[in-house]
């Protein structure tokens, strides 16, 4: 019994305490980093507090795996067979939720092995990609900035100074629905629309307030990037 003690307890050689403490603490640190770098890119309705943990969790159990397994082709033939147990039956409406687990699975492997320069390099390249995609906003297929909704005598007075009004402050505008509304006394009228300032929208309907017979008028933003 006490050869038993002696061979678990004792210190393995070829994987000191400070290397071991040192691989969970960096994979801990890159996939910290990689979480924070989803939150702050992060886009649609399907964000969960609990998956971005689980991206560090995830790291720091790969990485002790990793260290348990060694060189070990017994250790790795068990550990394979307990995992082949677990069921994961999670299911990501964002393809771009798997490849972060992934790669913080990634990082802990990497830390795992003690391949830190591999580990550190592999963070800092996911982050600069996932930064420079969200910057250049890499994909998007926007068209309009929104909908502009407002009413308009159907006499058609005021329709010459609300085209003026749409060509002054976007790039381009479509009309998109004309129906009648209040026994045909009005027109209700959409428009798509593409400012020349994204954040002109204020400004825009600031100056569709001004032209006479207008009422009702509203803008809906469209966020062509965000799913949902």
């Known amino acids: 019994m006490d050869d038993f003690f002696r061979l678990v307890l004792a210190p393995d050689p070829l994987l000191p305490w400070q290397a071991v403490v ?14 924070w770098v989803y939150v702050r890119t992060h886009q649609g ?9 689980s991206l560090v969790l995830a790291s720091i159990i790969a990485c002790s795996l990793m260290l348990a397994v060694g060189n070990n082709l ?21 393809p771009k939720d798997m490849v972060y687990i992934f790669g ?3 990082l802990g492997i990497a830390m795992g092995v003690r391949a830190y320069s591999i580990g550190i390099v592999a963070t800092l390249a996911l982050a600069g990609a996932a930064w420079f995609l969200r910057y250049v906003d890499f994909g998007a297929r926007r068209h309009h900035d929104g909908m502009v909704r407002l009413f308009l005598p159907s006499d058609g007075s005021g329709e010459i100074a609300l085209r003026e009004s749409l060509d002054r402050h976007c790039r381009r505008w479509v009309l998109i629905t004309l129906r009648e509304v209040e026994a045909g006394r009005f027109a209700e009228h ?8 994204p ?30």
Request: a neutral charge; charged letters at 20%; zero cysteines.
């Open 22 to 35: 040192l691989s969970l603490v960096l994979a801990f640190a890159s996939s910290m980093a990689v979480a």
């Open 74 to 94: 017994a250790r790795g033939v068990a550990i394979l067979g307990s995992m082949a147990l677990i069921r994961f039956r999670s299911t990501m409406k964002d």
């Open 199 to 228: 954040d002109g929208a204020r400004t825009l309907l600031d100056d569709l307030q001004r032209v006479p017979g207008i009422k009702g008028v509203a803008f809906f933003s469209q966020e062509a990037t965000v799913d949902f």
């Open 104 to 106: 913080a699975l990634a």
């Open 45 to 53: 309705l399907s964000y969960s507090r609990s998956y971005v943990q």
């Open 190 to 197: 959409d428009y798509h629309v593409a400012l020349h300032d």
